[in-house]
């Protein structure tokens, strides 16, 4: 039933979008005579690789930096790709991969190999359903790029304050996915783009329905910019 859903919906979905996808695939294609499209390594279902599709907002070569996490203000973001960043147009072209079936329009993002080679036990879970477009942690960190900006190791920054939370996150979606679940985070997502405050309040309403986690409750909530510090699930702070 979810794969007949995510082939319709991401089919409408491209039609729909299809003159916005094709205006920014040509601009960044403009901007510097280079593939505006840009195929990212990660890691799916049950710990299968896959390409991930998306409009490139960086410079050429910018995965040679050896850094994965992106701060807003990431030199190796390019005008045009700031543009379509700020909008999360780049993020469109992944309906390919909904069409082709290793992504769903809801569900965990999908990690790079070296972030999923750490995952603790607990985090393993995350591997079980298929990745995704968006999820809860996609509405409560869509400002990712901000909450890192000016870090001095980004990967380090997400790995302390955004990780543990994201991870958490996404093994309440693991055990309780189902279409009505998806069908309000699809919902809350369009509404976080018009009222995050919104969004969020509802969230928290939706995530507290299965855990009791308080500082969970409280990150989802995001009354600061920047999450506080924690360990992945499953994880002591000495590993």
Do not use: H
Request: proline share 5%; aromatic share 8%; hydrophobic share 40%.
């Amino acid at each position: 039933m979810k794969r007949i859903f995510d082939l319709l919906a991401s089919t409408l979905l491209v039609v729909f979008f299809l003159p916005v996808i094709g205006l920014a695939l040509m601009a960044v294609f403009l901007s510097d005579w280079s593939n505006p499209l840009y195929s990212a390594s990660r890691v799916g279902k049950n710990g299968k690789d896959f390409k991930m599709y998306k409009i490139r907002s960086m410079i050429n070569n910018a995965e040679s930096s050896g850094v994965d996490s992106t701060a807003e203000n990431d030199s190796r973001i390019t005008f045009i790709g700031s543009v379509i960043r700020k909008f999360k147009i780049d993020e469109l072209s992944q309906l390919l991969n909904v069409m082709i079936g290793n992504m769903s329009l809801v569900g965990p993002r999908p990690n790079v190999k070296k972030a999923v080679a750490e995952y603790s036990k607990d985090e393993q879970l995350i591997l079980e359903v298929q990745p995704g477009i968006t999820d809860f942690s996609s509405i409560v960190f869509n400002d990712e790029g901000r909450i890192l900006s000016d870090s001095l190791d980004p990967d380090l920054e997400y790995d302390q304050t955004i990780r543990p939370w994201k991870s958490r996150l996404a093994i309440i979606y693991a055990k309780n996915n189902t279409i009505t679940l998806d069908c309000k985070i699809l919902l809350l997502t369009v509404t976080t783009f018009f009222n995050k405050s919104l969004a969020l309040s509802l969230l928290v309403k939706e995530i507290s329905k299965y855990t009791n986690d308080e500082l969970l409750l409280r990150v989802c909530a995001r009354k600061e910019l920047k999450p506080p510090k924690g360990n992945p699930p499953g994880k002591s702070s000495e590993e």
